[in-house]
């Protein structure tokens, strides 16, 4: 019998130690370390359902997950019980019941990740794993003229890593995804975020993006070569993949 309960999580945590998001077998995740401690709470199996997977090394502010549970014990309880059991690097920040048709996944109208940039000449040990280092002053105006080129509706083939999704599937959208957003905001003096706000992602698309978008520096490329980039649909075009420690899940959208 289905369990009564739909239960949706807002949470946080450090991906520095972490193999991604999704369950594995002999590997620590995110998914796992949750599911493990919800089937302690609840003395039952439990099935978590984030709204995406993230990498090995990546970080969230605001992953979104739910379960079904036939459980009693309120939301309140489920939080401070979770929150004891689980490792510092994982966080709960809510608990609420959800509507019987809410589904972490499938109910996402949208996602906003943010890629972080220090710029500072000497990086602080503190937010190595937080943010890459590029101490090189940047050309921001220019970086966000590239930017622009890729708001909208495109296929980004060009910024998809391989295993992103099964190819050979010809019906579906393929590499097509709309950006409705994508801009450099400043945090302080010294770090950078480049955020990108979008119906949904394909993988290795965010951090493909900002190695691309490095290049604007590097290879003094400007918003004519970026646009130029994202028709070719060729991955072999596109500027390296960014490391993983810089990019956090910010905010999933219903």
Known sequence: MEAARNIGLLIA???GDYQGWQRQTAVPTIQGEIEARLSIITT???????????????????????FRTNSSQSCPQLQKALNSML??????????????????RFSCRGKRY???????PVQP????????????????????????TIIGTHDFSSFENSGSRNKAKTDGRGAVRTLFAAKLRRHGQDMLSIELTGDGFLRGMVR?????????????????????????QNRALAGPTAPPYGLFLNKVFY
Not at 45 to 64: I, P, Q, W
Not at 87 to 104: Q, V
């Open 13 to 15: 945590y450090d991906g």
């Open 44 to 66: 039952r199996n439990v099935t978590l359902h984030g709204a995406g997977r993230t990498d090995a090394g990546v970080h969230a502010t605001g992953m979104t997950a739910n």
């Open 87 to 104: 490792p510092p690097a994982i966080r709960i920040l809510d608990i609420k019941e959800m509507g019987d048709s809410f589904h972490a």
């Open 114 to 120: 943010r890629y972080y940039l220090q710029t500072t």
């Open 125 to 148: 040990p503190f937010s190595r794993r937080y943010a890459l280092h590029t101490p090189a002053a940047l050309d921001e105006e220019r970086m966000q003229s590239c930017l622009n």
């Open 208 to 232: 493909n993006i900002v190695g691309t978008l490095l290049w604007v520096k590097e290879k003094k490329i400007g918003a004519g070569d970026f646009a130029a980039i994202l028709a070719a």
